[in-house]
């Protein structure tokens, strides 16, 4: 029994030893970290906000939001590695492990890996690109490498985008060499409604300018209307399919698909209503 109490002291006093050498840095090391990942979270976001606003200086206020958003997600992200692997290598030499060795066998390593990691360089580099020039954020609907859907999120080596299906795709920015953004200043409706062949064109103009006019001063779809849908051209002519009459006008990014879909179904009623008959009806 004293023998164990004698041991269980002898390890206390190791550890109270080892401490008073080396528990400063080790502590101060997570303590340092700590504090400079929670500054790094709050101040990046709040210091991006005033800067980003004054050079979107016009564009709505979701917009600069998701601006904001994405970046300061990547930065702190990057600051976050950059810190804990600062603090990794302060606190494992007081630990005893030799972190020449491991710098030494981390310096073959990334020479072995650089001549197979050529597409990591490049996954980052078009990663600051698309982030420097502002090519989409967080909240986007794009199509990328092929791939159409709302972008979720955004690092330096890849892209998240979510597909109307709920799909969850995966983009390397080393595969994107070519960037449709759908929700970036405005955006075009265009709808082409079928008429029969027979059909009066001037008042199908007319009824087709009315409505847009009308969808316009809705309460609903109207603040998403910058220039009212009217009357463009005939689109193309097909005895059997009908004459094509397109509808076309500007609306808030993003919402194109909304007012597209009102904008078709209220062409229907009216050309109905006043008797335009359909090539199916």
Do not use: C
């Not at 690109?129 to 199509?143: H, P, S």
């Not at 200043?185 to 008429?195: E, G, K, L």
């Not at 199908?204 to 463009?232: C, F, M, N, S």
Request: no cysteine.
């Amino acid at each position: 029994m004293m023998f164990t109490l004698l041991q269980a002291g002898s390890q206390d006093d190791g550890f109270g030893e080892w401490f008073r050498d080396h528990g400063g840095p080790v502590v101060g090391a997570v303590v340092t970290t700590i504090v400079a990942i929670i500054l790094i979270r709050i101040l990046v976001p709040r210091v991006m906000r005033p800067a980003m606003a004054a050079r979107m200086s016009g564009r709505p206020k979701a917009e600069i939001d998701r601006r904001v958003s994405t970046l300061a997600g990547v930065i702190v992200r990057t600051a976050e590695i950059v810190l804990v692997t600062m603090a990794l290598f302060t606190i494992l030499p007081e630990l005893g492990v030799d972190i020449r060795a491991l710098l030494a066998g981390v310096s073959i390593t990334s020479i072995a890996l650089g001549f197979g990691a050529q597409s990591l360089v490049r996954d980052a580099l078009t990663g600051i690109f698309i982030l420097a020039e502002n090519q989409y954020v967080v909240g986007d609907m794009v199509t990328v490498a092929g791939v159409t859907g709302t972008v979720e999120d955004i690092s330096l080596r890849r892209t998240l985008v979510r597909d109307i299906d709920g799909v969850l795709h995966t983009v390397p920015n080393g595969t994107i060499t070519t960037t449709a953004n759908f929700t970036r200043d405005f955006a075009r409706v265009r709808v082409t409604i079928p008429v029969a062949p027979a059909s009066d064109l001037d008042k199908v103009r007319e009824v087709a300018d009315k409505v847009g006019e009308e969808l316009a001063a809705d309460a609903t779809y109207g603040p998403l209307i910058l220039v009212a849908p009217k009357y463009l051209r005939i689109d193309n002519i097909d005895m059997m399919g009908g004459v094509g009459v397109n509808v076309n006008g500007t609306v808030v990014p993003g919402k194109q698909w909304e007012v597209a879909g009102a904008l078709r179904a209220k062409l229907l009623e009216a050309f109905q209503r006043e008797g335009i008959k359909t090539p199916w009806g």
